[in-house]
């Protein structure tokens, strides 16, 4: 595609619900980041996918949030038993290479707004 | 702890004028320093990249500096559009490579008629 594609777009989901956030990525594209964004902040790092295989899980909060890029493509971040203060954007990106020059390149969000 | 500190927070400014943002960082060291535009409801866009030994960056009417022994960069955008209100994110990366970055709070500008 031209660029990277996330769904849906906004989620409403009641707390202690499972969400499924989809990303995207431009196609070709071996690095894929995940990012949560709270109101009125910078993008903070979730996860990073090198193809299949995610190298760096550090930034998820807690147990309850899963990523996974099974095919080295499209990724799914799963967040279980959603909590209030799990309300944000969550942004993913994709990198043609795994170069630290390599410009990321952003999807345009799932809002997500735990009631 | 890494660290992106931007000013100001927020900035008003007339239609063709000039402004400056600002960027100081602790992040040390580092591989590269990057600034994004980030427009209501959308995901960040990449404005300049710059590797720590280079000092400006120029991308249109942005143009960014870099000044890597005091640990700051600026944002000057030359003859604002209307189209340039945004939040201006500054972004700085780890040596490790792409992950993971370091994103500063942002730069909420507006550019009013």
């Known amino acids: 595609g031209a660029g990277v594609s996330q769904s849906p777009r906004y989620k409403v989901a009641k707390r202690g619900q499972d969400v499924a956030l989809r990303c995207d990525p431009i196609?070709?594209?071996?690095?894929l980041f995940w990012y949560q964004q709270a109101l009125g902040q910078g993008p903070e790092f979730l996860t990073y996918?090198?193809?299949?295989?995610?190298?760096?899980k550090s930034g998820l909060p807690s147990d309850r949030f899963f990523a996974e890029r099974p095919e080295g493509s499209v990724s799914t971040l799963k967040i279980q038993r959603t909590q209030q203060e799990d309300s944000a954007v969550y942004l993913c990106?994709?990198?043609?290479?795994?170069?630290?020059?390599?410009?990321?390149?952003f999807g345009p969000g799932t809002r997500l707004t735990v009631l | 702890k890494n660290q992106v500190e931007q000013s100001p927070q927020s900035l008003i400014i007339l239609e063709g004028k000039n402004c400056t943002l600002q960027?100081?960082?602790?992040?040390?060291?580092?591989?590269?320093l990057r600034w994004y535009k980030q427009d209501t409801g959308r995901g960040p866009v990449s404005l300049t990249i710059?590797?720590?030994?280079?000092n400006t960056k120029s991308n249109g009417r942005y143009t960014a500096t870099l000044d890597a022994d005091t640990k700051q960069s600026s944002l000057h955008i030359t003859a604002s559009q209307l189209s340039d209100s945004a939040s201006y994110i500054c972004?700085?990366?780890?040596?490790?490579?792409?992950?993971?970055?370091?994103f500063g709070k942002g730069t909420r500008l507006s550019v009013i008629a």
């Open positions: 996918f090198q193809n299949e295989a995610q190298l760096d």
């Open positions: 196609s070709g594209h071996v690095s």
């Open positions: 960027c100081n960082y602790t992040v040390s060291p580092f591989s590269n």
């Open positions: 710059m590797t720590f030994s280079e």
């Open positions: 972004v700085v990366s780890l040596p490790s490579g792409n992950t993971p970055l370091v």
């Open positions: 990106a994709s990198s043609r290479r795994t170069s630290g020059t390599d410009t990321q390149y």
